[in-house]
């Protein structure tokens, strides 16, 4: 059975920084494409970062560009978004997915407020 288990959040003042981890179970995560989205309170769900299989490139939205940080442990089946400088619109549940040849799978999500 595969399992996708973030874990990092939480309430956090603006300026503060978190990490934000994807344990997998039931698959190898560095054949895999992993992104991080995020679900704001009444928008849709929006692509915050990923990191690729093959060469391990990146990509960040604009919004979250030089503060956010993806990578993966292969050693630990984890893929981690550092955040810093966090600011209220980043508010969100966050989601980690995996993604290859067609096969898609999320985690359960995990929130993470920003407010003094």
């Known amino acids: 059975q595969v399992q996708l288990v973030e874990s990092g959040g939480g309430l956090v003042q603006p300026g503060g920084s978190l990490r934000l981890s994807c344990a997998a179970s039931g698959l190898t995560l560095d054949y895999y494409a992993i992104g991080w989205f995020r679900q704001a309170p009444g928008k849709e769900r929006e692509g915050v970062s990923c990191?690729?299989?093959?060469?391990?490139?990146?990509y960040y939205a604009d919004s979250v560009k030089g503060r956010f940080t993806i990578s993966r442990d292969n050693a630990k089946n984890t893929v981690y978004l550092q955040m810093n400088s966090l600011k209220p619109e980043d508010t969100a549940v966050y989601y980690c997915?995996?993604?290859?040849?067609?096969?898609?799978?999320w985690g359960q999500g995990l929130q993470v407020t920003v407010s003094s």
């Open positions: 990191i690729s299989s093959s060469d391990g490139s990146t």
């Open positions: 997915n995996a993604n290859r040849l067609g096969f898609d799978y």
